[in-house]
Structure formats: C-alpha cells, structure tokens
Nanobody, 124 residues
Framework: QVQLVESGGGLVQAGGSLRLSCSGSGRTSNSYPTGWFRQASGKEREFVGALSWSGSITYYADSVKGRFTISKDNAKNVMYLQMDSLKVEDTAVYYC?????????????????WGQGTQVTVSS
C-alpha cells in the first residue's frame, strides 16, 4: 500500500516563505513522490513542479519558476517544496503525488498516488 502525506502548510503573509514536505511509504517505487500540484477554490488542479525519476532534473510551472524549489531526501523518501516570495494567488491546497517511470512529469494524469493535501493561505 502506497501512502503519501504532506505537511507544512499554513497561513503566511505575501512575500513570506513556507516549506512543504511529502513523505512517501510503501514497498514499491510507486511510493516515491515526484510531483507537486495545487488546487485553488473553484479551480482545477494544476501542475506546480516535479522531479525527474532520477531526481536530477526539475520542472516548474511558469507561475512559480524562480520562487519555488523542489528537493528530495532519497534516504528518507521525503520530497520538499520550498516556497519563497509567496503571492496571494499561491493560495491553494497543495498535493504531492507519485507517478510511474516514464510518465510525463507535468501531466496530472501521469500520477497514480496522491496525498491528502495541505492548505497554504497567503494573505495580503
């Protein structure tokens, strides 16, 4: 059984920072979290960023490029999303997800397992 658990969300003022964590557990490589998505109220879930399967390449949505950074601790199977210079429009529920090898990293449909989400609220 694969389980992904996010943590680190909260309320922050615009211009501030937060770091989200995603811990994966399970006995297959499908438990390796590699993608971050978010869903604002009334909107569809959207891609935020992802790691390549090897972890050597990162992908980011244009809206967060230069402000968000993804990293991973392979030994602990924990993926992080460092969010700096936060904007009000970054307010959303953030999800981490795991995809199978060879799947397109920016596509929601590529991901098989999802965490429960963590709320990030940025105030003006």
């Amino acid at each position: 059984q694969v389980q992904l658990v996010e943590s680190g969300g909260g309320l922050v003022q615009a211009g501030g920072s937060l770091r989200l964590s995603c811990s994966g557990s399970g006995r297959t490589s499908n438990s390796y979290p590699t993608g971050w998505f978010r869903q604002a109220s009334g909107k569809e879930r959207e891609f935020v960023g992802a790691l390549s399967w090897s972890g050597s390449i990162t992908y980011y949505a244009d809206s967060v490029k230069g402000r968000f950074t993804i990293s991973k601790d392979n030994a602990k199977n924990v993926m992080y999303l460092q969010m700096d210079s936060l904007k009000v429009e970054d307010t959303a529920v953030y999800y981490c997800a795991a995809r199978n090898l060879g799947k397109q990293p920016t596509a929601t449909a590529s991901y098989t397992y999802w965490g429960q989400g963590t709320q990030v609220t940025v105030s003006s």
